[in-house]
């Protein structure tokens, strides 16, 4: 959508003892390319694999009612803030973000701000090879105040808006690097992943023509137009498979329609997402006759924080699995970052995990060209299906010891239940355990 309005529009943490606190917030080891996102408690990464859209301005939650289940979509684009946003945002509160999640909604959050000097079309405020570094700081530093007055939480991947641009000028693509790598920093340093909006011929190119670059950071996800009408997110002529290779890429290949659903007709960009979005917490109710308590970590071993009251609010973030009480192994984090059993939260299922919530994933940049993934955590296992190419995010679920690798004998289970020696993964050390990532049971 944004390529064509160029012209018309509590605690610190939770993850264990003190001791496993201290050592997750070690300098990590890392830098450039892969710099590591330091997750503060309460946070978590949201994925989406579905077909979304994008309008200049937020729909109503009405109009996403009548679109949700007649449409093909369930992703929603939002231009929450930046110099360069074009339309008026009505509809953008805290509350709309909070309903459109509830209604099954995946929102993945665009900031129209500074943009490259040779960029095409009219957009005022620009930034030079000069400033970039700059500018891509105080837009990230603002994105992230206005992404957490929205309610998208730590651990929500934001996309930084850089439209079409020159590739002829050799110095506007440094500042298009220039401004991308600080953008990235900026937003890894608070607890955010970092995704960019890009034209394939512009800053798709030039990106991945940076991906293993060692003066840039490399963001975490891309999405990219090119208004071809296939969705595929393989196979582009730009950039490799082999970079943004894991859940990272999202394409917007059919620009400027109308389309009806349920009634309601929104005039739209198309895009096939499966990447990083928005995390927003939702809230459920205590629903034990006594009071719940909320712990450290995702069992009843771990020490209490703090007691809710039967019928007591709880704000939810994620879920993951721990020790077994009553009929569910579930447990959910909460926006204080402690964990509380599901068995005795008003979620829809107290057997299982919940589909309107993400499961606790924590990902980090992989640091070697290709990292083996295995059957358990240590080398002795056997490989399990393919290896993690060099950028790809690794969707970290929980940490485990295993056989010593490098510098640390920890071991990451990853969304799929396989594992990843802790060391080629980009997060807060490379040495011992990372906060908030909890352990395994």
């Not at 700081?137 to 957490?148: F, I, P, R, Y």
């Not at 220039?178 to 890894?188: D, G, Q």
């Not at 991945?208 to 208004?227: C, E, F, I, L």
């Not at 004998?409 to 080629?424: E, H, P, Q, T």
Request: glycine share 8%; charged share 15%.
């Amino acid at each position: 959508m944004a390529a064509r309005r160029t012209i018309i529009r509590g605690l610190a943490a939770f993850a264990g003892s003190l001791a496993i606190l201290v050592a997750g917030l070690a300098v990590p080891a890392s830098a450039e390319p892969e710099t590591p996102v330091v997750y503060p408690s309460g946070s978590a990464a949201t994925m989406a694999d579905r077909l979304g859209f994008d309008a200049c301005t937020a729909p109503s939650i009405a109009a996403l009612q009548a679109w949700k289940g007649t449409s093909p979509y369930s992703a929603v684009n939002v231009y929450f803030g930046g110099n360069n946003r074009g339309c008026a945002q009505p509809n953008l509160t805290a509350a709309w973000v909070r309903d459109a999640v509830a209604a099954g909604w995946r929102l993945l959050p665009t900031y129209f701000g500074y943009q490259p000097y040779c960029m095409f079309g009219d957009k005022p405020n620009r930034y030079t090879a000069t400033n970039a570094t700059s500018r891509g700081n105080s837009d990230a530093t603002d994105a992230v105040s206005k992404a957490k007055a929205l309610g998208m939480r730590p651990g929500s991947a934001l996309y930084a808006d850089v439209e079409h641009y020159d590739p002829a000028d050799s110095s506007c693509r440094t500042a298009v690097r220039r401004y991308v790598s600080a953008w990235t920093k900026t937003l890894h340093s608070s607890g955010y992943l970092a995704g960019v909006y890009v034209h394939q011929d512009s800053g798709l190119r030039d990106l991945s023509d940076s991906y293993n670059s060692t003066t840039y950071a490399r963001p975490d996800a891309v999405w990219m137009a090119r208004w071809d009408g296939d969705s595929s997110l393989t196979n582009w002529p730009t950039a490799p498979n082999s970079h943004w290779a894991t859940f990272q890429r999202a394409k917007q290949y059919e620009g400027d329609h109308n389309e009806t659903w349920g009634g309601v007709t929104i005039n739209i960009d198309s895009d096939r997402i499966k990447a990083p979005v928005a995390t927003v917490a939702r809230t459920y109710k205590v629903t034990s006759s006594t009071s719940l308590n909320s712990r450290t970590g995702p069992a009843t071993s771990y020490p209490v924080v703090r007691s809710y009251n039967p019928g007591g609010t709880l704000t939810v973030v994620c879920q993951t699995t721990g020790q077994k009480v009553g009929t569910t192994a579930v447990w959910d984090r909460l926006a204080t970052g402690a964990w509380v059993s599901d068995y005795y939260v008003s979620t829809p299922s107290n057997t299982g995990f919940t589909s309107q919530l993400p499961r606790c994933r924590y990902p980090g940049q992989v640091t070697i060209d290709s990292l083996t993934v295995r059957s358990g955590p240590g080398t002795s296992y056997p490989s399990s299906g393919a290896a993690l190419r060099r950028g790809s995010l690794a969707y970290v679920m929980c940490q485990k010891s295993g056989s010593t690798v490098g510098t640390t004998s920890v071991w990451n289970k990853l969304r799929d239940g396989r594992w990843v020696s802790d060391y080629y993964v980009s997060n807060r050390s490379n040495t011992s355990w990372s906060a908030p990532v909890p352990r395994c049971p």
